[in-house]
């Protein structure tokens, strides 16, 4: 199984802050690296796909970048919509999502 | 507009099964796989399984080998998801989800169905 491992696990960050969030896959997935944002009691939404690839609709504040095994999700001035949990998947064999990272008020 | 609307909340003894349904409407519903993923309370995401809606046999995460069960009925565009023997362990929220590909991202998520098994 491929292990998805992101960093950190909270994220303490004010309005108009750059913030990124790692994941690292246990093994190469091929550019096949989804991000999701997910607030309290709702469903997950897909921000981005193959690691870099803005879903329709997402503000261009979100990015992606990375290959191999080392991904970033950046978020390049925080608005107050942003705080929530991001996870990343890979669907490169099967399917696998990172613990989640909680973006939090400072 | 594109959804997948899904059943509403379940309360199960342990022991018991459950069933809980995913209708999508607004796109061809064979042109997309369906998902399965819960969340425990307070817990990350878990994939369960995958279904094509054309055709085929479902693939389930092998922790569940035994214990669900994934259907479609293409005459109501409806997926379904079955667990049985259910534990405490299971409660959680269960959500379905589409993809174009069976190697592409998750685009829309359906609402959300939380299961509680509890004595």
């Known amino acids: 199984d491929i292990q998805m491992t992101q960093s950190p696990s909270t994220l303490s960050a004010s309005v108009g802050d750059r913030v990124t969030i790692t994941c690292r896959a246990s093994q190469s997935i091929s550019g096949r690296l989804a991000w999701y944002q997910q607030k309290p009691g709702k469903a997950p939404k897909l921000l981005i796909y193959?690691?870099?690839t803005l879903q329709s609709g997402v503000p261009s504040r979100f990015s992606g970048s990375g290959s191999g095994t080392e991904f970033t999700l950046t978020i390049s001035s925080l608005q107050p919509d942003d705080f929530a949990t991001y996870y990343c998947q890979q669907y490169n064999h099967f399917w696998t999502f990172g613990q989640g990272t909680k973006v939090e008020i400072k | 507009q594109v959804q997948l609307v899904q059943s509403g909340a379940e309360v199960k003894k342990p022991g018991a099964s459950v069933r809980v349904s995913c209708k999508a409407s607004?796109?061809?519903?064979?042109?997309?796989?369906i998902y399965w993923v819960r969340q425990a309370p307070g817990q990350g995401l878990e994939w369960m399984g995958i279904i094509n809606p054309s055709g085929g046999s479902p693939n389930y995460a092998q922790n569940l080998q035994g214990r669900v069960t994934m259907t479609r009925d293409t005459s109501t565009s409806t997926v379904y998801m079955e667990l049985s023997t259910l534990r405490s362990e299971d409660t959680a929220m269960y959500f379905c989800?589409?993809?174009?590909?069976?190697?592409?991202?998750?685009?829309?998520w359906g609402q959300g169905t939380m299961v509680t098994v509890s004595s």
């Open positions: 607004g796109y061809t519903f064979t042109n997309y796989y």
């Open positions: 193959t690691a870099s």
């Open positions: 989800a589409r993809s174009y590909g069976d190697r592409d991202a998750f685009d829309i």
